[in-house]
């Protein structure tokens, strides 16, 4: 999992030093699994860590001439950067959050692995699913086609928090049931 959370900030570190072929090969298969909007992604070695979105003149449509119609998502999902924006990491700031949140709770849960409990089930939809739900759909619902109310945008610290409490709270959950599943399935009946 911190493999697969850290390898992203190597496509634009490979953009950088003009390996672009090498770039692809990361960019592309993390296309399958993100979104990676350049607007809800973090970029490096530009003049901003991020460009936000916004209703009609955001930082992003600014920076990039890439005007957010429905055209313009599939520009913004293609669009890895410049000398002057800099380059998009191959994941979006929530996912980067999620993954690298499993990854340390992870290492966490090691050194706890006999003792841990499962997060109870009221926990983790208060604490994962309720945050990342509000702030995702929020946003989704304020949006062309739906429009169903005012305009809004999350900020890439509130994905980071919400995606970060997503992860901590399915390690919390799902790697004790895996401890008890698998440390069960070796003890052999007498």
């Given at each position: 999992?911190?493999?697969?959370?850290?390898?992203?900030?190597?496509?634009?570190?490979?953009?950088?030093i003009?390996?672009?072929?090498?770039?692809?090969?990361?960019?592309?298969?993390?296309?399958?699994?993100?979104h990676?909007?350049?607007?809800?992604?973090?970029?490096?070695?530009?003049?901003?860590?991020?460009?936000?979105?916004?209703?009609?003149?955001?930082?992003?449509?600014?920076?990039?001439?890439?005007?957010?119609?429905?055209?313009?998502?599939?520009?913004?999902r293609?669009?890895?950067g410049?000398?002057?924006?800099g380059?998009?990491?191959?994941l979006?700031?929530?996912?980067?959050?999620?993954?690298?949140?499993?990854?340390?709770?992870?290492i966490?849960?090691?050194?706890?692995?006999?003792r841990?409990?499962?997060?109870?089930?009221?926990?983790?939809?208060?604490i994962?699913?309720?945050?990342?739900?509000?702030?995702?759909?929020?946003q989704?619902?304020?949006q062309?086609?739906?429009?169903?109310?005012?305009?809004?945008?999350?900020?890439?610290?509130?994905?980071?928090?919400?995606?970060?409490?997503?992860?901590i709270?399915?390690?919390w959950?799902?790697?004790?049931?895996?401890?008890?599943?698998?440390?069960?399935?070796?003890?052999?009946?007498?």
């Open positions: 999992m911190l493999v697969y959370s850290l390898l992203p900030f190597a496509a634009p570190v490979l953009m950088k003009g390996d672009t072929s090498a770039a692809q090969l990361i960019y592309q298969p993390y296309k399958l699994v993100c990676t909007y350049a607007f809800r992604s973090f970029f490096l070695f530009g003049e901003q860590m991020v460009y936000a979105r916004g209703e009609s003149d955001g930082e992003f449509q600014q920076a990039t001439g890439i005007t957010l119609t429905p055209q313009g998502l599939l520009q913004a293609d669009f890895q410049n000398e002057k924006v380059y998009k990491v191959a979006c700031q929530r996912d980067i959050a999620i993954y690298l949140s499993i990854a340390f709770n992870g966490a849960f090691a050194f706890v692995r006999n841990a409990r499962p997060l109870p089930w009221i926990w983790f939809i208060l994962g699913i309720v945050p990342i739900g509000l702030d995702g759909f929020s989704l619902f304020s062309y086609p739906l429009s169903l109310i005012p305009f809004r945008e999350s900020t890439w610290w509130l994905r980071l928090i919400t995606g970060s409490l997503f992860g709270s399915v390690t959950l799902v790697f004790p049931l895996i401890e008890e599943t698998f440390s069960g399935a070796f003890v052999t009946k007498r």
